[in-house]
């Protein structure tokens, strides 16, 4: 049985728990972080020295925290040859777009785009940072349109870890109230994610509580 700690509206707890998901894995999981408290206890700081979310634990095995270490791990332990193939080159080219899209599109999309538009109070926003930011991500959003207008999925023709670190961000990408150039591939891709039950159990989860609160 895997234990999680992490609320269901972080989107790095949405990336492990779409994982979650599509490996059917038994799970539970326990709301901390945001106005969830949790993360500052003394228990929590023992398997987190960082204070963040999320952790997953595994039986007795100890305590996991960063995402993409968790969603390798799980993808080790638990996936099939598709998702997460045994294969060296293999698993390196689906690695290789799951941190491209760690640290290119969610990195350039969470804090600069999501949280101006979602996260900051009306009288606050600046929509010259928000254009700005957007015109940074749309270079990556670019690239993703090159590689799926070829590839059913990021990297490649089947669903994999690499699709979880950068489907994740979509619903919040395509949901807020923002300018998008028009990229059919990605369109396409984003809609193909939106019809797997874990995408839509998971990631697809109401943000209201984070709206105007920056915390």
Known sequence: MLRVWGRKSSSNVQSLMWCIGELAIAYE??????????????????????????????????PLWETG???????????????????????????MWA?????????????PVFWRVARTP???????????????????????????????????????LADIQFGHCLFRYFDIDIQRKSRPALRRYYDSLTARPAFQEHVMVSYDELRDRPG
């Not at 999981?29 to 204070?51: H, L």
């Not at 270490?69 to 690695?95: E, H, K, N, S």
């Not at 254009?131 to 690239?143: F, N, P, Q, R, V």
């Open 122 to 160: 009306a009288s606050k926003t600046d929509p010259a940072a928000i254009e700005s930011a957007l015109a940074t991500l749309g270079k990556y959003l670019d690239m993703a349109e090159v590689q799926l207008t070829d590839s059913a999925y990021l990297a490649g023709q089947k669903f994999t």
């Open 69 to 95: 270490a968790i969603l390798r791990y799980l993808g080790q332990r638990y996936a099939t040859a598709d998702f997460w193939p045994a294969d060296p080159g293999a698993r390196a080219l689906v690695d």
């Open 99 to 111: 941190e491209w899209a760690k640290i290119n599109v969610a990195m350039n999309f969470t804090s």
């Open 29 to 62: 999981r326990t709301d901390a972080g945001f106005i969830y408290g949790v993360v500052d206890t003394p228990e929590y700081r023992t398997m987190n020295p960082n204070g963040t979310v999320p952790v997953l634990r595994d039986g007795d095995n100890p």
